[in-house]
């Protein structure tokens, strides 16, 4: 139950704080007087969309704070408690909107996401606004009112998956037929492209070796010359050659350093670079020895990598990047030669998921009929004493023959209304007035409250349209429905508004440079005050002041509010 209601600078009211019982709780006041902002006000605290027009002019932010006692709500204690923001059975929503149009929510004193906030308070509160039975002309709505009063969602949400599940399946069986149907002329490419791949032998094709090996070859004689002559230059010229001349300089330091030891240490660096020099040269002629012609070598090597480049060009791609797209390809193959059997899989998987859909579509079906059953019976009851002694309510509930899958399910519902004796059932928006539409509406909303757990239901004007004896029952009846629950009701008939247990009014002064709205609880003195403007206007008269004090009586006569 909503304890209390706190706004602070949102849009003309500045401060307002309203505490709030359970059972039936009227608001009234004049037009224009702003009744609207206090739902919109619980609209935001609820989780809907804000923006900075919702700040009072010359405000950094507007403040809206809902106190709820939640001891009977476990729905919303487990919400609590799985989301970690339980607080024993208070919960305090609190929702900020800044004149920069930024808003933030918080849950005990917690921040949270607009998202989990409506989870949140769909648990706590439900709003029934005046255009409701302009929505109640569209089928979804029909259908939503149906299952959220026959407690239908846990059979509607696993039709739903299935319903998912099935259509991801079918949508992947369809792109493999597909595939499958484009894949004869990929296939044969394929093939030849791997067969023409497979002239090399990528187990052991090294395009770096190749290449390496064939500038070896290509190169030899420049090779064998260039070894020969650094040979000859480094040791085999006995005259000039590095290691003579080394051996030269070596014999003459010899004799010196006997003389000055100091140049011991150059000699015998240089004993070192004549070893090197020698041993580079035995390292040069083995690898000379070891160089040999090979024309037939040259040759393959030539046409390797000539087939190489040219299959890279083909596919354009680098030479070394080979491997990889003859990978790719048997992979492709492999993929496309497999399709059939995943074909088969996803007809078999299809099949499954049609045979669980259509089970739990037949199961929600059925308990659909059998709860719209039980609400004709309610709905009828309450339109013939909204006016309408003959009338009478139905749902129609049709399954096509051969039904396509859906999110919803199988059925077609549609509600009709026979408003006349001796006339057939039609449709709803093809029969019923727009009077005879607010009541049937009402009376439906009513009839589908009843098993709805929500503790706190809000209804906005839902009785426009309506007026006389009827508007007396439409009271009667929103007192009855607040017997196990707390309502607030937004109304201009003064009939609905004397059957309310607490009566709040709206008022609106204006001064030079602001507007203010303010909402008060009225005392008894006051209400009759009230239900006399609402009967008479301005002027309020001895007869129409009795007439006030006479309605307020009627709640607690026990032979009306049937």
């Not at 240490?265 to 580079?280: C, F, G, K, R």
Request: with cysteine.
């Amino acid at each position: 139950m909503l304890r209390s209601l706190s706004i602070r600078d949102l849009a003309v009211v500045a401060t307002l704080d309203l505490d709030l019982n359970q059972g039936l709780t009227v608001l009234t006041g004049e037009t224009g007087a702003g009744k609207s902002i206090l739902l919109t006000a619980l609209g935001l605290a609820l989780g809907e969309r804000a923006d900075s027009s919702y700040v009072r002019p010359d405000c950094l932010r507007a403040e809206i704070n809902l106190d709820f006692d939640i001891s009977a709500i476990p729905a919303a204690q487990q919400w609590l408690e799985d989301n970690a923001l339980d607080e024993e059975d208070q919960c305090l929503i609190r929702r900020i909107v800044g004149a920069d149009g930024r808003s933030k929510a918080f849950v005990n004193g917690r921040p949270i996401t607009l998202q989990s906030l409506q989870s949140l308070t769909s648990h706590l509160v439900e709003i029934h606004g005046q255009h409701a039975h302009l929505t109640l002309l569209k089928s979804e709505e029909q259908r939503r009112l149906l299952d959220e009063s026959a407690g239908n969602t846990p059979l509607q949400k696993k039709v739903s998956t299935l319903f998912q599940q099935w259509n991801d399946t079918r949508t992947a069986l369809k792109e493999m037929v597909q595939q499958t149907e484009d894949q004869a002329a990929r296939e044969e490419l394929l093939r030849f492209q791997i067969d023409e791949l497979n002239q090399l032998d990528f187990t052991s094709l090294d395009y770096s070796a190749l290449v390496e090996e064939f500038n070896r070859h290509a190169n030899l004689d420049k090779i064998l010359a260039t070894g020969q002559h650094e040979i000859n230059r480094l040791y085999d010229d006995e005259q000039f050659s590095l290691n003579s001349q080394l051996g030269q300089a070596i014999d003459a330091l010899s004799e010196i350093s006997e003389i000055a030891p100091e140049y011991l240490e150059v000699t015998q660096m240089l004993n070192d670079a004549q070893i090197q020099i020698q041993e580079s040269v035995q390292q040069l002629r083995r690898q000379q020895d070891q160089l040999e012609s090979d024309p037939q070598r040259l040759k393959w090597l030539d046409e390797q990598l000539a087939v190489i480049h040219s299959l890279a060009r083909k596919h354009q791609i680098a030479p070394e990047q080979l491997p990889q797209t003859f990978e790719e390809f048997n992979c492709e193959l492999g993929r496309l030669t497999h399709s059939t059997e995943k074909i088969d899989e996803l007809q078999q998987s299809l099949k499954a998921i049609e045979s669980q859909y259509e089970k739990a579509a037949n199961d929600l079906s059925n308990h659909r009929k059998k709860y719209a059953k039980i609400l004709d019976t309610e709905i009828t009851a309450i339109i013939r004493t909204l006016g309408m002694p003959e009338g009478e309510f139905h749902i129609k509930i049709e399954n096509p023959p051969d039904p396509q899958p859906k999110p919803h399910g199988i059925d077609q519902i549609e509600y009709f209304i026979r408003t006349n004796p001796g006339l057939p059932s039609r449709p709803l928006g093809k029969t019923a007035s727009g009077g005879e539409l607010s009541r049937i509406s009402l009376a439906i909303q009513v009839a589908a409250t009843h098993s709805k757990a929500t503790p706190t239901m809000i209804f906005d004007e839902v009785d426009a349209g309506i007026g006389g004896g009827v508007a007396e029952i439409v009271g009667q009846r929103l007192r009855n429905l607040a017997d196990n629950k707390q309502l607030l009701c937004v109304t201009h008939l003064p009939q609905v508004a004397a059957q309310g247990h607490h009566h709040l009014m709206v008022t609106k002064n204006s001064e030079q440079h602001s507007t203010q709205t303010e909402v008060k609880l009225l005392s008894e003195n006051q209400r009759e005050q009230e239900i006399a403007r609402m009967l008479g206007g301005v002027k309020i008269t001895p007869q129409t002041l009795a007439h006030a004090q006479e309605m307020l009586q009627w709640p607690n006569n026990e032979n009306t509010g049937t």
